[in-house]
């Protein structure tokens, strides 16, 4: 792991470590897969964090046996009916809505001329910061419809260093999924676990919960 000092940048996923706008994912996607009569679990709903629509969609179907019995237009069609229940969900979101301590965290950085990228699979990204009022905190996002490979391929972490002009092993990459910290990892690049540590075992730091975010709590654990 480098040294904090070399640190110019921080990537953020945004569900689950902005706000907990995983939840709306995770009802929306629960309603499709009762609609599409497969058994939705706990792992499923762990399974699918960090990852994209499409790519979500078909692990459900994976998950009940049946992802070779819908076509691509009818896949397409479910994948846009998830995301239409996702955004009425999502109506009323505010500031208020931003998990504990993350709006300081992010406002810290700013303060601190550290550059900000947004790594989301969410297409609704750029919607969601707005309603939260963080978007004029985030230099530069990715966008998912460039990737060629959701996560845990590091596609998505690479890109955030480079849409900030800085190289992988400047940035540390916050995540709440498995998926995510294989992905900041890939990226060669500072990862931080938002959430179970024994889930999360693959981070450079854990934190438990968002609260614990602070840029002094993450000089402390690189250095």
């Not at 609609?35 to 078909?58: F, H, I, P, Y």
């Not at 391929?153 to 910290?181: F, K, T, W």
């Not at 990892?185 to 438990?208: C, K, Q, R, Y």
Request: charged share 30%; net charge negative; with cysteine.
């Amino acid at each position: 792991m480098v040294k904090f000092e070399q640190i110019k940048g921080f990537i953020f996923d945004l569900d689950g470590v902005i706000a907990n706008t995983s939840v709306f994912h995770a009802k929306a996607w629960h309603q499709l897969a009762d609609k599409l009569g497969v058994t939705w679990t706990e792992d499923l709903a762990n399974q699918l964090k960090g990852v994209g629509r499409m790519d979500s969609l078909n692990l459900i179907l994976k998950s009940g046996g049946k992802e070779n019995d819908y076509t691509e237009d009818e896949k397409v069609k479910y994948a846009t009916e998830k995301n239409d229940n996702y955004l009425s969900l999502l109506k009323g979101l505010t500031d208020k809505d931003i998990l504990p301590g993350m709006k300081e965290f992010i406002e810290d950085l700013s303060a601190n001329n550290y550059l900000i990228s947004l790594a989301s699979s969410s297409k609704n990204s750029p919607k969601v910061l707005e309603a939260l009022d963080l978007e004029k905190y985030f230099d530069a996002r990715v966008d998912p419809s460039t990737l060629k490979n959701g996560k845990p391929d590091p596609e998505i972490y690479v890109r955030g260093a480079e849409v900030l002009n800085l190289r992988p092993e400047e940035c540390i990459g916050l995540e709440d999924a498995v998926s995510g910290i294989k992905s900041v990892n890939g990226a060669h690049e500072t990862s931080v676990g938002i959430g179970d540590p024994e889930i999360l075992n693959e981070a450079d730091i854990n934190f438990t919960d968002t609260s614990q975010v602070t840029l002094a709590n993450i000089k402390k654990a690189m250095n």
